[in-house]
């Protein structure tokens, strides 16, 4: 009783000073080692089991407090941008670079966009908008969540997503298509779709018509109603352009 003490003191002690060496120790050698010279049946191996079994309990535990200290950390950085007093360009600027060059982790970045009040969600999708045009494998990841906040009420919402998707339509033309009837959505003349909007929509529309071949029987048909009666150039010229560029393919 009082070895098994003495033992257990001394592994609490290593799991609490260096748990990742506990881990690889305890887990790699010692398992290995009761498994092979102890018999299943017998106390020494339930004794000895249920001493594992607590340590790897405790590694858990550190495991999952490291992680939310880790992502109140970054939430914390994220905060600290976007509380700063720089101007709003800078701080997009700065977002951008932390999460291009992991700083801020992507994951973290797209939780806190989920979470995050109107303002700052807006910010975070024009964030989202350069950072998949300079990394898109970054946003890969997440193009189903991107798609379900294509139709999301904030107008930068509706601005920054679309614009993410389109970006991505190159590298990733299968996972973008699901996209195209939310984004559809986007492109109809009502009080709700600005212009802004509707050219959002149609850059990422463009897009996945020039980088997805399937989508075309669908998308061009549809790009030839809004050339006719698109009032806007600058929201006419992104099919016009698709459907000209589409059109030397054949």
């Avoid at 000895?48 to 970054?74: C, D, P, R, S, Y």
């Avoid at 997009?92 to 992507?106: D, F, H, M, R, Y």
């Avoid at 189903?144 to 993410?164: C, M, Q, S």
């Avoid at 149609?202 to 030839?224: C, D, G, V, W, Y």
Wanted: glycine share 4%; hydrophobic share 40%.
């Amino acid at each position: 009783m009082k070895q098994q003490k003495k033992l257990s003191r001394f592994y609490q002690k290593i799991i609490k000073l260096h748990p990742i060496t506990a881990f690889i120790w305890f887990g790699r050698f010692d398992v290995i080692k009761f498994k092979r010279n102890v018999k299943p049946a017998s106390p020494k191996f339930r004794k000895n089991n249920l001493i594992f079994k607590g340590i790897f309990a405790k590694l858990q535990i550190h495991a999952n407090v490291k992680e939310k200290e880790f992502a109140a950390k970054t939430m914390t950085k994220i905060d600290e941008i976007l509380q700063s007093k720089i101007k709003p360009k800078e701080k997009q600027t700065k977002l951008v670079e932390a999460v291009v060059s992991g700083k801020i982790p992507v994951k973290e970045f797209m939780a806190f966009f989920e979470s995050a009040k109107d303002t700052d969600k807006g910010t975070c999708a024009d964030v989202m908008k350069h950072v998949s045009a300079q990394k898109p494998a970054l946003l890969a990841p997440y193009i189903d969540t991107l798609i379900e906040y294509v139709n999301f009420e904030l107008p930068r919402v509706k601005w920054g997503v679309p614009e993410a998707i389109g970006n991505m339509a190159k590298d990733y033309p299968d996972k973008v298509a699901n996209a195209t009837a939310n984004l559809l959505k986007n492109t109809t003349d009502d009080k709700i779709n600005t212009t802004v909007i509707k050219w959002c929509a149609a850059f990422a529309l463009a897009e996945i018509a020039k980088h997805n071949s399937k989508t075309r029987k669908q998308l061009l048909p549809i790009f030839e109603k809004i050339v006719k009666k698109e009032q806007n150039t600058g929201v006419k010229n992104v099919y016009v352009k698709a459907l000209k560029i589409i059109g030397k393919e054949k």
